[in-house]
T-cell receptor, first 114, second 112 residues
């Protein structure tokens, strides 16, 4: 089975712009979670989608949004980019999204905001 | 809500020695505790997990112990090798939940 893929792998944007990141889960996985990873901060949970429904959301401002399509692919969008949004954005897929299911991570999208 | 603290943030051990990373959690209802390993430039991967009805679980050189009373769980790596160098993340959750609560990570350095 192909692993989780994310596109693009690298992005450079300027403050005030918006960005859309894409995540394709492992075939058959219906849950996709998104994380922001910064040095020293670990993995900060953004949101989780299952069957096109957002089931859980972390403590991020409304500038961060996401969606999931019927084929389980997911996108996250960040509007009005700030310097502090520079980070590695990881998505992870699992079969049901229950925490006891192993999460399979993608390679991440490295976002740099100038 | 749940909060997970992980210590130490950096751990340096001699190759062949043991390494122990400890996490504490706040919600006594949490019953699922996984550990993920992230090598430099790579994605996190699950290495071991434990549920609250078990006190210890082993997989070759890796073991996890859980103390429900004290609300802490630990990762033990014996006979450390260079390939153990990585950042290790603990997490905690209700296994019926959809969100893991993560620790901040421990950078493990194996000295030759």
């Amino acid at each position: 089975k192909a692993g989780v893929t994310q596109t693009p792998r690298y992005l450079i944007k300027t403050r005030g712009q918006q960005v859309t990141l894409s995540c394709s889960p492992i075939s058959g996985h219906r849950s996709v979670s998104w994380y922001q990873q910064t040095p020293g901060q670990g993995l900060q949970f953004l949101f989780e989608y299952f069957s096109e429904t957002q089931r859980n959301k972390g403590n991020f401002p409304g500038r961060f949004s996401g969606r999931q399509f019927s084929n389980s692919r997911s996108e996250m969008n960040v509007s009005t980019l700030e310097l502090g949004d520079s980070a590695l954005y990881l998505c992870a897929s699992s079969t049901s999204g229950m925490t006891y299911n192993e999460q399979f991570f993608g390679p991440g999208t490295r976002l740099t905001v100038l | 809500g749940e909060n997970v603290e992980q210590h130490p943030s950096t751990l340096s051990v001699q190759e062949g020695d043991s390494a122990v990373i400890k996490c504490t959690y706040s919600d006594s209802a949490s019953n699922y505790f996984p550990w993920y390993k992230q090598e430099l430039g790579k994605r996190p991967q699950l290495i071991i997990d434990i549920r609250s009805n078990v006190g210890e679980k082993k997989d070759q050189r890796i073991a996890v112990t859980l103390n429900k009373t004290a609300k802490h769980f630990s990762l033990h790596i014996t006979e450390t090798q260079p390939e153990d160098s990585a950042v290790y993340f603990c997490a905690a959750s209700l296994d019926s939940n959809y969100q893991l609560i993560w620790g901040a990570g421990t950078k493990l350095i194996i000295k030759p």
